[in-house]
């Protein structure tokens, strides 16, 4: 399906009744979302860039059918394995779920840890066109160090700025510029600066937790995937295409269990080098939600979620 190419205005969802609540991994964001949509008659919308793909359900620690049943889940499982998503097919539906659960008087609580899709629901994507399928797979089959030699010649701009180690990003960039023949830094919404939309009324929260506490739940959650039978779901991807989408590959766990399963390291290291990465992950979206999101910080004390203080900020917000 493609995307649905520029958002214009993001003004549907700000000025809706919606509640958004973003923060790293593990740090507790579901059950925060969970229990307020219990408290405010809400419906969840699920922020998250690899929770779209059927299939990967282990390794996203996607809602339980059992949190599900509590209260409706939006944008979960709606692409395929072998689909192309972005940030633009994100709003569109994004757009489509509020405006369905508005209709039934709900509240939408968007939750996640996707800082992009964040971005692009309230800042809008820019002048980037949709994503061209064939030119798309020219360029993944390239050598990343080709890329950002290309790159580097055609947009210093973003070659400075771009994270060169995530491929995906360096196609998407390389992708723009061949089809615009412009700078993929000229097309992209202004956001070299924190949120432009840090408005009084909207509800943004971003839950976060002392970094010893973020760490052991980041493991612990590590070690109840693999107990869950990680490694088997993605023996079972891999048959259904899971190395050939460029996007799934990058989701945390799935790759590394992918090169276990490629004899390039035993169980255990594999189990601890994805602790250590989920860990890296989480500190970039700290870093990242800090200097870009428009949101009010809730320290989620030990064993509680945040919801009081939530809760209690969006009283004062009414």
Known sequence: MANAGKIHSPSSILHSRSIFIAGPTAVGKSELALQLAEKLNGEIISVDSMQVYRGLDIGTAK?????????????????????????????????????????????????????????????????????????????????????????????????????????????????????????????????????????????????????AELNERINVRVDRMFAAGLVEETRCLLMHGLAQNQTAMQALGYRQVVEHLRGERGLAETIELVKARTRRFAKRQLTWFRKYAPGEWIQAAAGGSGVEQVERMIAGKQ
């Open 63 to 211: 809602s339980s059918a059992a949190e599900r049943a509590r209260v409706p889940h939006h944008l979960i499982d709606v692409a395929e394995l072998t689909e192309a998503f972005d940030a633009a097919r994100f709003v569109m539906l994004a757009q489509r779920a509020v405006a369905e659960i508005e209709s039934r008087g709900r509240v939408p609580i968007f939750c996640g840890g996707t800082g992009l899709y964040f971005k692009a629901l309230l800042e809008g994507l820019g002048d980037a066109p949709p994503s061209d399928p064939k030119l798309r797979a020219e360029l993944e089959a390239m050598p990343l160090v080709e890329l950002l030699a290309e790159l580097q010649r055609c947009d210093s701009e973003t070659y400075a700025k771009i994270d060169r180690q995530n491929p995906r990003r360096v196609v998407r960039a390389i992708e723009v510029i061949r089809l615009t023949g412009r700078k993929f830094s000229e097309q992209r919404a202004d956001w070299s600066s924190p949120s432009s939309i840090a408005l009084p009324a909207l509800r943004f929260f971003c839950l976060t937790r002392p970094p």
